[in-house]
Each structure stands twice: as structure tokens, then as C-alpha cells.
């Protein structure tokens, strides 16, 4: 099951999902599909706001009834915010991923399209979860 992708975001290969904010900043958050292989979502363990990340670390654990798993940012830059909602409302992530769920936002380094660059659009990545 694919589950829902939504147009206008982009996608890494590991399940998580980049919104551009327009403003130079974005959000990230895991994929319906993720947030289904990870079952029910007890716990997000956050990064300090002010950290520097580079594309693929691991920026916050995500804690589910059936494992451990960290979200990885699919960009560089600066952590500016994280949903602090979750840390009492930890199921909005299975419950509205792409929306109430989302987990950090980040001020990027590079240029939009170079950061997107390495990314898949909503097409790309449906065909990347039926394989």
C-alpha cells in the first residue's frame, strides 16, 4: 500500500518528505507510507533548534510500538523549529503526516533547487514504493 503522496512536496528515498515553505525555509516529516510500516507513533525525540544538519543525518528518533527509527533530513541547513505538539500528540504523525504531523523546519543552506536537487517529486516516488 502506497498510502497518500502529495503533489508539491519532494521525497527521499528513506521515506521522508520536504515541504518548501517558499520563504527560504522547509518542513520535514515522514511519509504516510513510513508512518504505516512504523505502526503506532508513541514518541519523537527531537534536535536542539540552532543545529547545523547536513542532508542524511539523523535529526530525531521516532518512537513506535513496533521499533525505533530516525528521521533523517533529506537537506542541509538550520533547525529553526520543531512541532512541539508532538511531544504530547505523538500520533498526529500517523494521523495527518504531511500536515499537523510534521517534525522539523529547517532554514536551508543552499539554493532551493540545488537543495530538491538529489530529491524525487511525487511520481518518482510512487514508483519507488511499488517496487
Known sequence: MAGEIKDNYYYSEEHEWVRDLGDGTVKIG???????RLGDIVFVEFPEI?????????VATIESVKTVSDLFTPVSGTVLEINGQLEDEPELVNS??????????????????????KLLNAEAYAKHIDE
Open 50 to 58: 540552532g543545529r547545523e544538519v547536513e542532508a542524511e543525518d539523523g
Open 96 to 117: 495527518d503526516p504531511y500536515d499537523k504531523g510534521w517534525m522539523v523546519r529547517i532554514r536551508l543552506r543552499d539554493q532551493p533547487d540545488d537543495a530538491f536537487a
Open 30 to 36: 515522514i511519509t504516510d507510507f513510513a508512518q504505516h
